[in-house]
C-alpha cells in the first residue's frame, strides 16, 4: 500500500510539473500589460481624418443602425479618402468588428486593390467572403467609394462608376453581430493602420443617415490601448469564428498541443484507468488556464478552446493506450508462434 501510494504522488508530480512547467506558462503569454499606442488619428481644423502614422477612429461602443442594417438586410457605406501611400498591404481603412476573428466587414487596402471582406454562412460554417476591386489606387490622389449590401447582391462604385458586382446569400446578414463597433484606419487590435486622410463616411441603414466625418461621431484619443470588452460574456458565449487561417491555426494549435499532456498521463496512469486520468488532467489543465484568462486584459478566455484542448487530450491518451497495447499484442503473437502448445 505504502509503495502504491508512493506511485501515485509521483505521477502526480510529474504531471502537475508539466503543467505548471510548460502548459501554464504558454496559456498565459505574453507576460506583459495590454500596451498603449500613441494615436496618430486626429482631425485638422478643415474637419478631415487624418491618419499620418498608426491611429484609429472609432465609436466607442455598438452603432444604433447596425440592428436596423441586420434586420432590413441592407446597408450603404461610402468613403471619400486619399492614400497616403501606394505600397500598403492589408492596411484596414474600415471595419465592423470585434477583432481580426470576429467581424461583420472590413475594407482594406492592399497596394493598388480595394478589399472587401465580409462574414457568410456555409455549409462548413462561417467562413469570410473577400471581394478584390483591381487597380483602384492608382495615384494618391482623392477617391470615392461607395459600397452597397444587400441581400442576393454586393456593389462598389469607385467614383460613381460600377466597378464590381456580386451575388450574395441571402443570409448574409443573418450571421451579422450587432454588438460590433465602428472603427476606421485600423483594426481594433492595432495592428493594421491605415495612412491617409478621409472627409467623409456615410452610414445608410434602414432609417439612419450619418456621416461619421462631418458629425463628430468618432473617438481619437491621443494615445489607445486594446481592452477586451465582456470577457466573461464571451467566454461564457462564445461566439461563432469565421474559417480564417487565424481561425484555423488557433485550432490546430489548441488541438495539437495537449497531445503530449494527454500521451504521458495516460502513459503514467497505464495501468490504472488512463483515458479517464488524460481526462481529467486535461479538464484540469485547460480550465485552470481558461478561467485565469478572464482576468488577464491581455488574453481572451474561449469555450472553444476547452473543447479543443480536451479533445487533444483524449487522443493523446488515445495514442498512448495504443502503443501500450501493440507491443504487448505483438509479444503475444510471437510467444504463441514460438511455443504453439501453449496457445
Known sequence: MANSGALR??????????????????GFYPFHPVPVYTNHA????????SFDGGGIAYTPVAPEWLGAAIDSGRIELTLELR???????????????????????????????LVVQFVRSTAAGLKSKELYVPKVFRKTDWYTIRLILERGEASVYINDKLSLS????????????????????????????????????????G??????????QLETPASYQRIHDRTLERFLIPTPMALTPTFIRDVLVNLLGFIPLGLVTALLWQSNRPIVAALVVSTFATVSIELTQVFLPWRVPSLHDIVLNIAGGLIGAGLGVLSLWLPARLRRKTQRAANPLSA
Open 9 to 26: 504522488r509521483a505521477r502526480a508530480a510529474v504531471v502537475l510539473l508539466l503543467v505548471a512547467g510548460i502548459y501554464w506558462p504558454v
Open 42 to 49: 486626429t482631425f485638422d481644423n478643415d474637419g478631415i481624418l
Open 83 to 113: 492614400p497616403a501611400k501606394l505600397d500598403q498591404k492589408g492596411a484596414t481603412i474600415f471595419t465592423i468588428s470585434n477583432d481580426s476573428q470576429q467581424r461583420n466587414l472590413t475594407l482594406r487596402q492592399h497596394e493598388k486593390l
Open 166 to 205: 456580386r451575388d450574395l446569400a441571402d443570409d448574409t446578414f443573418a450571421v451579422w453581430s450587432a454588438d460590433y463597433r465602428l472603427s476606421l484606419g485600423n483594426m481594433n487590435e492595432f495592428n493594421r493602420p491605415w495612412r491617409g486622410e478621409v472627409r467623409q463616411a456615410k452610414i445608410n441603414a
Open 207 to 216: 432609417e439612419h443617415h450619418i456621416d461619421y466625418i462631418a458629425d463628430r
